[in-house]
């Protein structure tokens, strides 16, 4: 089975950085693709940012230009480095996978806080 785990949220100011992790296990999480979803409260969860096996990317418009996803694979951890982070980023962020044919995530982390106070 594949197990996620994130890592590195907490609170910050706005204009302030952070870098999230997702650690996984798994001979199969190679294969998949790898996501950065958020879900604020009162609202529904969204995506953040994608990465394809073959690298491809997809980022929200909101946080286009300030967020990167990468993945380490030898190590098998996937990063979302945040920057410039704005009050509306606050919500409980998820790293997932899912085979590329499916249409929405088949194994989630447990989730990682991120509040940016003004």
């Known amino acids: 089975q594949v197990q996620l785990v994130e890592s590195g949220g907490g609170l910050v100011q706005a204009g302030e950085s952070l870098r999230l992790s997702c650690a996984a296990s798994?001979?199969?999480?190679?294969?998949?693709?790898k996501g950065w979803y958020r879900q604020a409260p009162g609202k529904q969860r969204e995506l953040v940012a994608r990465?394809?096996?073959?690298?491809?990317?997809d980022y929200a418009d909101s946080v286009k230009g300030r967020f990167t996803i990468s993945a380490d694979n030898a190590k098998n951890t996937v990063f979302l480095r945040m920057n410039d982070l704005k009050p509306e980023d606050t919500a409980v962020y998820y790293c997932?996978?899912?085979?590329?044919?499916?249409?929405?995530?088949?194994?989630w982390g447990q989730g990682t806080q991120v509040t940016v106070s003004s």
């Open positions: 798994g001979s199969i999480y190679s294969n998949l693709v």
């Open positions: 990465i394809t096996r073959g690298g491809n990317t």
């Open positions: 997932a996978a899912y085979w590329p044919w499916n249409s929405s995530p088949q194994y």
